[in-house]
């Protein structure tokens, strides 16, 4: 099995007021290349495909348009970010669908679609979408607890979220994590606006 994994295409920023709608299309035009040439089986889209949760109708076009891309060469499937709106994802959820892209933007239990089967491939995908402190650590957790500790809870949580929807996969198939997550020990990096 061939699998494409992307994220963070960020349609929609600027640089000092300049659009990068053009480079947007141009990169994600060529990704559709590159997918097309090697064959891939399966492309994984993790999270912040927009820049900002309101994007502008001319973003919302370029990506749907990739997706819609993508997605003539192998299934795609997407989980939203942290700068998606999730709900602004699912409302588009049923059209993209219709051209085999799959989009996850709420958290969703293994049988609710969390997790994505191909039999074809004898894989195995669970979807988890970006979830804040704010959307698991409660604001009971966060008026008892120091505030050191907000992290931890936060990551405890999340691992158990994560095991809850994974316990079941077989160590018989090819088993796939795709989320926008940050990685315990990583370091953030300043991207390009600093």
């Known amino acids: ?5 992307t994220s963070d295409w960020h349609v929609g920023r600027t640089i000092r007021g300049r659009s990068r709608a053009e480079e947007h299309r141009a990169v994600l035009a060529e990704m559709a290349g590159i997918a097309a ?13 927009f820049d900002v949760s309101a994007p502008s109708p001319e973003s919302e076009r370029i990506v749907y348009q990739a997706l819609l891309a993508l997605a003539e060469v192998a299934p795609v499937l997407v989980v939203s970010g942290n700068h998606d709106h999730p709900r602004r994802l699912e409302a588009v959820t049923p059209l993209l669908e219709l051209g085999r892209v799959t989009v996850r ?3 969703a239990r293994p049988e609710d679609g969390g997790l994505v089967r191909f039999a074809d491939f004898n894989t195995t ?15 009971d957790d966060l008026m008892e607890l120091d505030p050191d500790r907000h992290d931890g809870k936060y990551a405890t949580r999340l691992a158990a979220i994560i095991d809850k929807l994974t ?8 088993n796939v994590f795709c989320s926008h997550l940050t990685v315990h020990g990583g370091a953030m990096g300043g991207g390009e606006r600093t």
């Open 1 to 5: 099995m061939k699998l494409l994994h």
């Open 37 to 49: 040439s090697e064959s891939v089986d399966l492309i994984l889209v993790a999270g912040d495909v």
């Open 105 to 107: 933007a709420m958290p």
């Open 125 to 139: 995908v669970a979807l988890l979408p970006f979830l804040s402190q704010r959307a698991i650590v409660t604001a």
């Open 167 to 174: 316990e079941d996969l077989s160590s018989d198939e090819v």
